[in-house]
């Protein structure tokens, strides 16, 4: 087998009292800004409308986020998404549940396209007209069906014709630059073009898609998330209480809560939404950090077993570490450049999930060797303490 390290003799648990130290001051963080900033919250658990815009031009964040304010949307969040030549954003903006039900979610993301747009942009001359680049294909069907070069055709031919144009529009790329860029649609005669031409405009933004989750959902994932992550520590406990013993099984549970809680205080430390895939990026780590800390305890009870109480328990803690270092780093910097590829080219949908992997799995490996295993040794000298105080 690959090894990094063959024969070390790292005195790994003789420095744990700084790693306490350490650990100490990243909880401290990671629950203080829990407490005082809180987690920015996606539209998983928020619930609202999650508008994806693709602009014809880059233009400045900030100017985009003035112009939401103006619109009286002071609250809605945006964040490019996507790689930076795409173009394209995504606006979150909270809403109720009778918003959805009444339908005026398609007036928030009308309201948010205009606002984006900007008052007074553009021709005054293209005022009124249909936007080819921001209407919907059943939109472009009706305003197609009520034209005089298709009456004759009638209402189906015009939808036809409306999703053949709404193809062509994907195909590049979501935002038509140009009507000669029609031309070659089946079905488009030259009068319907000329009638684009004339009675419609192409703007600077297209709506890409909609995605809608109400408040009372976003409450009840939230709820499901943090039974999920209490659940699956709670069936670490008991799995290993079964297969070691019981003090090994806090110890696991103490590790992982100390990666998830880092993670998730990483999310509040820098603003990141916090939503579904972030929640499942934190399982991964618990699970990445409990198989890590599950080889190093079979190595510690294969290593008791052999020496029989003829070696102090830290030094065979120790020993077990070293062991299985070798072991360790490869497992590490294996996924930590799968985990890195997909945070630098995976785009912004994933990006989330690649982010809080890769604290992940360094804060997991780091607990793994100094939270774990120290945590076992402070437990036997607290029961060994108790055990000195009843005897006397």
């Not at 942009?121 to 680049?133: E, I, M, T, V």
Request: hydrophobic share 45%; proline share 3%.
């Amino acid at each position: 087998m690959l090894q990094f390290f063959r024969s070390t003799h790292f005195d790994f648990l003789g420095k744990r009292r700084y790693a306490y130290f350490l650990s100490g001051l990243l909880m401290a963080a990671s629950l203080g800004s829990l407490a005082v900033r809180g987690l920015n919250y996606g539209v998983d658990f928020r619930g609202g409308t999650e508008i994806r815009l693709k602009l014809r031009e880059t233009l400045d964040p900030q100017l985009l986020r003035s112009r939401l304010e103006a619109a009286g949307l002071p609250d809605a969040s945006l964040q490019r998404y996507g790689a930076p030549e795409a173009n394209e954003v995504l606006v979150r903006v909270a809403g109720t549940e009778e918003e959805h039900v009444s339908g005026s979610v398609e007036d928030v993301s009308r309201r948010v396209l205009r606002a984006l747009q900007g008052e007074g942009s553009g021709d005054p001359g293209d005022a009124g007209k249909l936007d080819l680049n921001a209407t919907s294909r059943a939109e472009l069907g009706t305003w197609l069906a009520a034209q005089s070069e298709l009456a004759a055709a009638g209402p189906e031919a015009a939808q036809r014709l409306a999703d053949a144009i709404a193809g062509r529009r994907d195909e590049q790329g979501g935002l038509l630059s140009g009507y000669d860029a029609l031309s070659a649609v089946p079905g488009l005669s030259p009068e319907v073009l000329q009638a684009l031409r004339s009675r419609t405009r192409l703007g600077e933004l297209a709506l890409r898609s909609v995605d809608y989750v109400g408040p009372s959902v976003g409450k009840e994932l939230r709820k499901k998330a943090l039974l999920a992550v209490i659940g699956s520590l709670i069936g670490i406990l008991l799995y290993l209480a079964f297969r070691f013993e019981y003090k090994y099984g806090v110890s696991a549970v103490v590790t992982v809560t100390h990666d998830a809680l880092f993670t998730v205080g990483m999310f509040s430390l820098t603003g990141r939404p916090f939503d579904l895939t972030v929640v499942a990026a934190v399982l991964t780590i618990v699970g990445y950090s409990l198989n890590d800390t599950i080889v190093i305890f079979d190595r510690v009870r294969e290593n008791l077993r052999l020496q029989r109480g003829s070696v102090p328990l830290e030094k065979v803690m120790n020993n077990s570490v070293n062991e299985t270092l070798s072991r360790s780093i490869l497992t590490s910097l294996t996924v930590m450049l799968v985990v890195a590829s997909l945070y630098l080219f995976g785009g912004d949908r994933i990006n989330d999930f690649a982010y809080a992997m890769l604290i992940g799995v360094v804060v997991g490996s780091y607990s793994t060797i100094y939270i774990s295993c120290p945590f076992v040794l402070l437990w036997e000298a607290v029961r060994n303490r108790r055990r000195l105080r009843q005897a006397a």
